[in-house]
């Protein structure tokens, strides 16, 4: 199994900028591909970010393209989240996600793909 544990949360102003922190423990991590979700409450989980295995290709959602970047360090087993720019309807629990290895080609953008997921970080954004 895959353990992962967010950390970087927090309270930042609109326009800050803050990074979150995805460290996993097992040996599989560097096999999967993994992604970032948000809930806002009353809301859904919702698709923030996603990499691939090698971090070759990356995919975000329209609401944060060209503010988040997702990034991986596989020798650190550890996936991060740099939010840039940030807006108040960014606030919401962010959670770290690893991809199940069952699906081998997929968008990285469906929740439902995904068999781990880490407790989630608060991330709250001012005006």
């Known amino acids: 199994q895959v353990q992962l544990v967010e950390s970087g949360g927090g309270l930042v102003q609109a326009g800050g900028s803050l990074r979150l922190s995805c460290a996993a423990s097992g040996r599989t991590f560097s096999g999967r591909a993994m992604g970032w979700f948000r809930q806002a409450p009353g809301n859904t989980r919702e698709f923030v970010a996603a990499?691939?295995?090698?971090?070759?290709?990356?995919y975000y959602a329209d609401s944060v393209k060209g503010r988040f970047t997702i990034s991986r360090d596989n020798a650190k087993n550890t996936v991060y989240l740099q939010m840039n720019s940030l807006k108040p309807e960014d606030t919401a629990v962010y959670y770290c996600a690893a991809h199940d290895l069952k699906f081998g080609s997929s968008s990285l953008r469906e929740a439902r793909e995904y068999d781990y997921w880490g407790q989630g970080t608060q991330v709250n954004v001012s005006s």
């Open positions: 990499i691939s295995v090698s971090g070759a290709n990356t």
